[in-house]
C-alpha cells in the first residue's frame, strides 16, 4: 500500500519515486518530464491543464507503479491544451 496518496505529491515526487510512471507521462503527450513546474504541480493540475480525465490519469498512473510498466497509449483529451489552437492576443 502506497504511504502517500498519489494525490497529494507532486509530479516529480510521483517520477522520483516510481520512474516507470514516466513512461505514462510520455505516452499521454504530458510535457511533465523535466519541466520545471513538476515539483509545484500534482495530477490535478497536469490533467486539468492537458485536457485530460483525472480519474483516468490517475488510474493509468497507478497500474504503472503497481505494473512496473506505463499504459501503452492515452485516451482523447476532454479539451485542447490552452496554448493549442493559436492561443493568444
Same mark, same amino acid.
Given at each position: 500500500?502506497?504511504?502517500?496518496? #498519489?494525490?497529494?505529491?507532486?509530479? @516529480? +515526487? #510521483?517520477?522520483?519515486?516510481?520512474?516507470?510512471?514516466?513512461?505514462?507521462?510520455?505516452?499521454?503527450?504530458?510535457? !511533465?518530464?523535466? !519541466? =520545471?513546474?513538476?515539483?509545484?504541480? +500534482?495530477? &490535478?493540475?497536469?490533467?486539468? @491543464?492537458?485536457?485530460?480525465?483525472?480519474? @483516468?490519469?490517475?488510474? &493509468? #498512473? @497507478?497500474?504503472? #507503479?503497481?505494473?512496473?510498466? &506505463?499504459?501503452?497509449?492515452? =485516451?482523447?483529451?476532454?479539451?485542447?491544451?490552452?496554448?493549442?489552437?493559436? &492561443?493568444? =492576443?
Amino acid at each position: 500500500m502506497r504511504q502517500r496518496s #498519489i494525490d497529494d505529491m507532486s509530479l @516529480e +515526487q #510521483i517520477m522520483t519515486r516510481w520512474p516507470q510512471t514516466v513512461g505514462v507521462f510520455v505516452n499521454w503527450r504530458l510535457h !511533465c518530464v523535466g !519541466c =520545471p513546474i513538476a515539483d509545484f504541480h +500534482q495530477l &490535478a493540475d497536469s490533467a486539468e @491543464e492537458h485536457g485530460y480525465d483525472l480519474a @483516468e490519469l490517475r488510474q &493509468a #498512473i @497507478e497500474a504503472a #507503479i503497481d505494473t512496473g510498466a &506505463a499504459s501503452a497509449a492515452a =485516451p482523447p483529451r476532454r479539451h485542447p491544451r490552452s496554448a493549442e489552437g493559436g &492561443a493568444g =492576443p
